[in-house]
């Protein structure tokens, strides 16, 4: 009889906490330390690439590229995949994970008229 009501009560719980577990490893964007010779090394093949991502946020909130100026970001992060010269933006490409369905990520590195970084942004766009 207990072991019956157990089984009742512990049964929807397991079940109930596995779900959630699922969907929240589903959702949660992996992060990891930067590591300048593995953006380096990843940014080469495009296959690995997809990975790049996950170093963003500890990038940015390292504060690595503060008053950084565009000779020294690309000696920590290689070439950008896009220059935006009206708007002072550079863009590295970082790949697609992280979520339901796809999301890109990209690096985006706003800079002033005097070539210092204002702003360095993850931008995520969701399919």
Same mark, same amino acid.
């Given at each position: 009889?207990?072991?019956?009501?157990? @089984?009742? #009560?512990?049964?929807?719980?397991?079940?109930?906490?596995? #779900?959630?577990?699922?969907?929240? @490893?589903?959702?949660?964007?992996?992060?990891?330390? &930067? /590591?300048?010779?593995?953006?380096?090394?990843?940014?080469?093949?495009?296959?690995?690439?997809?990975?790049?991502f996950?170093?963003?946020?500890?990038? %940015?909130?390292?504060?690595?590229? #503060?008053? $950084?100026?565009?000779?020294?970001? %690309? $000696? %920590?992060?290689? @070439?950008?995949?896009?220059?935006?010269?009206?708007?002072?933006?550079?863009?590295?490409? @970082? *790949?697609? *994970?992280? *979520? &339901? *369905? &796809?999301?890109? /990520?990209?690096?985006?590195?706003?800079?002033?008229?005097?070539?210092e970084? #204002?702003?360095a942004? /993850?931008?995520? %766009?969701?399919?």
């Amino acid at each position: 009889m207990i072991s019956g009501i157990i @089984a009742v #009560v512990l049964t929807p719980l397991i079940y109930f906490a596995f #779900v959630i577990y699922i969907i929240y @490893a589903l959702t949660t964007e992996k992060r990891r330390e &930067f /590591h300048r010779e593995e953006w380096i090394l990843v940014g080469e093949d495009i296959n690995k690439r997809l990975s790049r991502f996950e170093m963003i946020d500890d990038l %940015i909130d390292s504060k690595i590229l #503060v008053k $950084k100026d565009s000779l020294e970001v %690309i $000696k %920590i992060l290689g @070439a950008p995949d896009s220059r935006d010269k009206e708007n002072n933006k550079w863009t590295y490409e @970082a *790949g697609t *994970g992280g *979520g &339901f *369905g &796809f999301v890109d /990520h990209y690096l985006d590195i706003y800079y002033n008229k005097d070539n210092e970084i #204002v702003k360095a942004e /993850h931008r995520r %766009i969701k399919d």
